[in-house]
Nanobody, 116 residues
């Protein structure tokens, strides 16, 4: 069982920045994919950004050009740099690691709130 611990969420004004971290209990970079999802109240969980096995980044349309996913293999950590935050980015952000198709591990989530 992979343990994922997110940190870095908080309250920020529109236009500001935050960096989220996801520390894993083992090497997740051999997995099929690792990344970030978010869920706002009353909405479905959606992809924010992820790294595939070959380290190719994928981004949700609403965050392209503003968010950047990166990793530190030595620390088993994935980061999400979020710039130019908007009120609609307010959500609980979850780290996900998928060792193979059909298997997903999730962190407990970290709240991001963007005030207008």
């Amino acid at each position: 069982q992979v343990q994922l611990v997110e940190s870095g969420g908080g309250l920020v004004q529109a236009g500001g920045s935050l960096r989220l971290s996801c520390a894993a209990s083992e090497n997740i970079f051999r997995f099929n994919a690792v990344g970030w999802y978010r869920q706002a109240p009353g909405k479905q969980r959606e992809l924010v950004a992820r790294l595939t096995r070959n380290r190719t980044p994928n981004y949700g349309d609403s965050v392209k050009g503003r968010f950047t996913i990166s990793s530190d293999i030595a620390k088993n950590t994935v980061y999400l740099q979020m710039n130019n935050l908007k009120p609609e980015d307010t959500a609980v952000y979850y780290c996900q690691a998928s060792p193979n198709i059909g298997t997903n591990y999730w962190g407990q989530g970290t709240q991001v709130t963007v005030s207008s």
